[in-house]
Structures are given as C-alpha cells and as structure tokens.
T-cell receptor, first 114, second 113 residues
Framework: GENVEQHPSTLSVQEGDSAVIKCTYS??????FPWYKQELGKRPQLIID?????GEKKDQRIAVTLNKTAKHFSLHITETQPEDSAVYFC?????????????FGRGTQLTVWP | DARVTQTPRHKVTEMGQEVTMRCQPI?????VFWYRQTMMQGLELLAY????????DSGMPKDRFSAEMPDATLATLKIQPSEPRDSAVYFC???????????FGSGTRLTVV
C-alpha cells in the first residue's frame, strides 16, 4: 500500500514568517493530495487539496505544490498568524474521482509565536 | 455547513464492556470511513464503505471490532469486549464521488478503564 512520510514533526515560527511542511509518497498511482488542519481537541478539517494534473494551487495565504516525478508535495503558509497553530496532516489517495482511502502522514505540530 | 454527526462525543467504559459508536454521514455522501487517532499511531483507517458495502476493513481487529451501515444515514462501529488499548478518538468521515476530500465528524473520545 501507499506510504506517506511527513516532515518536520514539529515546527515553530514567528508570526509573519512562512512555514513549509513537506510530504513524500511511495505509490505512483496516487493522484489526490489533501491537507488537513486539526486544532487541539477538534476534528481534522480540509484546508486545501491538489490533484496530480496540477503542479501548484493557492488559496489566500496557503499554497500546495506537487512534484509527481519526485513523489513529493508541500504545504506553504505565508504571513503566519497565531491562529495557524495546529497539527497539519498531509494525505494521499489513488481514488481519483472515485475518492479512495486516504493514507495520512504522521502530522506536523505547527506553533506560531506572537 | 453540512456536518458529519457522531455520537456519543465522549464515552468512558470498563474493560470488557461493549461500546457502540454511531455516525450520520452528510446526506448524499456515499463513502464513509472510520479512523482511529492515537498519539502513537496517528490516524489509522479501520474500515470504509461505499454505497453501504464494506470495501476495506483490514485495519480493524476482527475478533473484537465490527463496522456496519444498516442504512445510508447510519454507520456504526462496535467494540466487544473493549480493552484499555482501545482508548482513542474515533473519527467518522464521509465523502462523495465527485466532491473534494472528506468531511470528518467531531469524533468519539473513548476511554476504557
């Protein structure tokens, strides 16, 4: 099955700085890559996703890039704010439009210091 | 916003007791997942259903766990007998073929003492 590795496991940044979280995957059939944000004691929430026919996608302060050749994808958060503090999970799926199972990374605890 | 509803939100039970967790997926979502989250193992897939049919339950300890979808509006996860190592947060998530991603429920925090 798919194996998703996520780094770093913890990340601390000053408010206003950028944060980058990286993930690699093993199965070249994977074609859907979502990112979830989980605040303490709450459910994971989808913040952005990308499909394999796209190299980059942006939504305000967050962006995701995908390198299919190298099998890695990254989350970029610019102008970080304290409310960005949470655990971020990357995931990969080979379901395409069928929405197969998600294989999750182990998560990155992001702390943004005021 | 449409929500995935899970009950109960919290459950404390004694070892050996039966535990049933329920999930109401978003109306129209045909794919339902059960995940377990612990600090040690992260998010583990236990089982998932499409159009109420089980597709994969290989992550579930078969001797004590069972998952069902008696109808399109209800998914259940049952543990019998429960053990302390089952203590975790259990999430249900639902999705649709053409939608983007899954929506997670708020989870059931299970503590087995």
């Amino acid at each position: 099955g798919e194996n998703v590795e996520q780094h770093p496991s913890t990340l601390s940044v000053q408010e206003g700085d950028s944060a980058v979280i990286k993930c690699t995957y093993s199965d070249s059939a994977s074609n859907y890559f979502p990112w979830y944000k989980q605040e303490l004691g709450k459910r994971p929430q989808l913040i952005i996703d990308i499909r394999s026919n796209v190299g980059e996608k942006k939504d305000q302060r967050i962006a995701v890039t995908l390198n299919k050749t190298a099998k890695h994808f990254s989350l970029h958060i610019t102008e970080t704010q304290p409310e960005d503090s949470a655990v971020y999970f990357c995931a990969a799926s080979d379901g395409g439009s069928t929405l197969g199972r998600l294989y999750f990374g182990r998560g990155t605890q992001l702390t943004v210091w005021p | 916003d449409a929500r995935v509803t899970q009950t109960p939100r919290h459950k404390v039970t004694e070892m050996g007791q039966e535990v049933t967790m329920r999930c109401q997926p978003i109306l129209g979502h045909n794919t339902v997942f059960w995940y377990r989250q612990t600090m040690m193992q992260g998010l583990e897939l236990l089982a998932y259903f499409r159009n109420r049919a089980p597709l994969d339950d290989s992550g579930m300890p078969k001797d004590r766990f069972s998952a069902e979808m008696p109808d399109a509006t209800l998914a259940t996860l049952k543990i019998q007998p429960s053990e302390p190592r089952d203590s975790a947060v259990y999430f249900c998530a639902s999705g649709k073929r053409t939608s983007h991603g899954y929506t997670f429920g708020s989870g059931t925090r299970l503590t087995v003492v």
